[in-house]
Nanobody, 116 residues
Framework: QVQLVESGGGLVQPWGSLRLSCAASRDRFSIETMGWYRQPPGKQRELVATIDSGGSKKYADSVNGRFTLSRDGAKSTVYLQMNSLKPEDTAVYYC????WGQGASWGQGTPVTVSS
């Protein structure tokens, strides 16, 4: 089991920036993969970005070049820097964490609204 605490969502204008953070309650050696998914209104949850224990990152094509995922290994925390935000980035963003040998855990979700 792992507890995930998210922060950083909110309302932003198009082309603005936001930074999301997610802190896990387990040490970094327990974590296989960590990152973010999102669920736009009326749509299914989709991958945004993940990072594995070796530091390899995966990004959705729709955010590549605009979003940057980073990790503070000492604190088991990941950050999602979102730049050049578009209205289609509006969604509830969920922190994702998979521990070694266990299933995935999810945060409570933080809403991001991109609108003028």
């Amino acid at each position: 089991q792992v507890q995930l605490v998210e922060s950083g969502g909110g309302l932003v204008q198009p082309w603005g920036s936001l930074r999301l953070s997610c802190a896990a309650s387990r040490d970094r050696f327990s974590i296989e993969t960590m990152g973010w998914y999102r669920q736009p209104p009326g749509k299914q949850r989709e991958l945004v970005a993940t990072i594995d224990s070796g530091g390899s990152k995966k990004y959705a094509d729709s955010v590549n070049g605009r979003f940057t995922l980073s990790r503070d290994g000492a604190k088991s925390t990941v950050y999602l820097q979102m730049n050049s935000l578009k209205p289609e980035d509006t969604a509830v963003y969920y922190c994702y964490c998979k521990l070694w040998g266990q299933g995935a855990s999810w945060g409570q979700g933080t809403p991001v609204t991109v609108s003028s």
